[in-house]
């Protein structure tokens, strides 16, 4: 049957006007996570094209970071921006504006050197992206990388912050170090992540009962991302039932968005969470979450190797503790809580 050419003619215009399909996750570009703005703020100077430093915005505040220098701290490669020159040795003044980012190792030894990883940085609300040009582990050596963090205004337990954010490129000098600081980057050679999770305390091993994986999006975050991998050696543990256990629990923070899964990543392991004054921390090790759904996934898997080292507390210390030697190593299978009103679930 032959169409009246009116017909025809508004078929073919509804074709041409007909939107295009919504591109399917597989075929979006992926997300740049240097370009990731969290922070809520107006655009205020060369960020996040930095001209040659790393530019920091706090709330109206406005600067750049041009100095620092690198160190051999003792879980990892500790990497101070600042804005007035900084002695080996020496910390950052509280006064002016600064960040210092650590990084462990990794499983390569070569501190996740020529690609993107997320690590913890101090200065933000917890983690930041930095990428590190491969360079040779001795004193006096360059330090060359791109970092950026964003954060947004902070109001969950204690006074509303002001949003924050910093991006550019660094080059700083690896401070001298010893041999037994360069030592301290590696984990015990018996703790792998192809094995079953295990807690190890003193050199004693034993099996977690329970794993959760926590996922946040809040209000003014730009992506979901995961913030800890937390296990137990009670059984039963749940999302609502998580606070006030007792026996071994150990957490490793850190702050992943879907970019960020499916390769091995900086960590900060919090060995000590129940049982101890002293909360200390270590950066030696690494850890993988494979890629899953942050929104709608149950379950995920993954792997790491997390050690911290024997911890004395100063001579004098008001509350003296004595920490042995703790690590969480291997494959897990853990559940998925989540958090923040992006998700429909209310921070505790």
Known sequence: MKLPPWLVAAFVFGLACKKPAPATPEASAPIDPFLVDDSGLHLKGPIPLADGSVAMQHGDDYGALRSGNAHLGPNGLVVHL????????????????????WLGAGPDGKFFAGRTATTHINGSRGFGHVKLEPFTLAPGAHVTGRVAFSDPPWIHNGPVTKGKRAAGTFDVTLCPFSDDAKAALVPPAD???????????DGAPSAPKSVL?????????????????????????????????????MKASVGLVASDLGVDQPLRLHPDVNGAHTQRESHVGWIRVEPFDLTTATTVRGSM?????????????????????ASLAGTFEA????????????YE
Do not use: M, N
Not at 191 to 200: D, I, R, Y
Not at 226 to 247: F, H, I, L, M
């Open 82 to 101: 600042t804005e007035k020159p900084l002695e080996c040795g020496g910390w950052p003044d509280y006064k002016q504006r600064s960040l210092t980012l």
């Open 191 to 201: 703790l792998a992540a192809s094995a079953p999770l295990a807690f190890k305390v």
């Open 213 to 249: 994986v926590t996922v946040q999006y809040d209000d003014l975050d730009a992506l979901p991302w995961v913030s800890d991998v937390e296990a137990w050696e009670q059984p039963g543990v749940t999302c609502e039932s998580r606070y006030g256990k007792t026996g071994i629990d």
């Open 305 to 325: 190797v997390a050690f911290a080292p024997r911890y004395d507390t100063p001579t004098g210390a008001t509350t003296p503790e004595h920490l042995p030697p």
């Open 335 to 346: 559940r998925v809580c989540r958090r923040g009103s992006k998700l429909g679930k209310p």
